[in-house]
Antibody, heavy 123, light 106 residues
Framework: QLQLQESGPGLVKPSETLSLTCTVS??????????WGWIRQPPGKGLEWIGTIYHSGSTYYNPSLKSRLTISVDTSKNQFSLKLSSVTAADAAVYFC???????????????WGQGTLVTVSS | DIQMTQSPSTLSASVGDRVTITCRASQSIFGWLAWYQQKPGKAPKLLIY???SLESGVPSRFSGSGSGTEFTLTISSLQPDDFATYYC????????FGPGTKVDIK
């Protein structure tokens, strides 16, 4: 059974870089033909797609975050990661990692999700 | 960018009710629409993809319809487990989620 687990600091200072990792178990990020994504949800608000990566390293970013965002993949650890620089209070959210459902298709829904991790931005 | 809207934002209903939620896109997304259910403190769960295809394991009381810019999610007979927030998502051009519809107990 595929499982995804987010990890990283729960508290980040304003202007610093938020770094999260998603560890995949039950499947390989490199053996399949799936794309892997990050989504966030500010407390009490809706969902926002952050970005997506393929095991080859190809990335797709939300234009509103692109200038601050880096998503990378480490196939040896079966992980993919998110770095968001220059954070502000507006970046405080629950961050989810998830798998796109379609094989060889980036623009598909998310069928498997991690449980999410809360990131607070405060000095 | 494609914008998504949902109506209503909140819906009060009783067990056994037929419930319909509407999602609209700012431009045609053909049939590239998904619906998710989210409960407090949990990740969203995929219910419907390609506007009307039921995800494996999802009860048949859930159904989706629509194309172009207007879509609906229908729950034919609301069950206690269905009280949650529902989101639509377009994946025609990148990904955009709707603002959500909370279904609560009347």
């Amino acid at each position: 059974q595929l499982q995804l687990q987010e990890s990283g600091p729960g508290l980040v200072k304003p202007s610093e870089t938020l770094s999260l990792t998603c560890t995949v178990s039950g499947d390989s990020v490199s053996s399949g033909s799936f794309y892997w994504g990050w989504i966030r949800q500010p407390p009490g608000k809706g969902l926002e797609w952050i970005g997506t990566i393929y095991h080859s390293g190809s990335t797709y970013y939300n234009p509103s975050l692109k200038s601050r965002l880096t998503i990378s993949v480490d196939t040896s650890k079966n992980q993919f990661s998110l770095k968001l620089s220059s954070v502000t209070a507006a970046d405080a959210a629950v961050y989810f990692c998830a798998r796109h459902s379609g094989r060889n298709a980036v623009w598909t829904p998310f069928d498997f999700w991690g449980q999410g991790t809360l990131v607070t931005v405060s000095s | 960018d494609i914008q998504m809207t949902q109506s209503p934002s909140t819906l009060s209903a009783s067990v056994g009710d037929r419930v319909t939620i509407t999602c609209r896109a700012s431009q045609s997304i053909f049939g590239w629409l998904a619906w998710y259910q989210q409960k407090p403190g949990k990740a969203p769960k995929l219910l419907i993809y390609k506007a009307s295809s039921l995800e494996s394991g999802v009860p048949s009381r859930f159904s989706g319809s629509g194309s172009g810019t207007e879509f609906t999610l229908t729950i034919s007979s609301l069950q206690p487990d269905d009280f949650a927030t529902y989101y639509c998502q377009q994946y025609s051009s990148q990904n955009t989620f709707g603002p959500g519809t909370k279904v609560d107990i009347k």
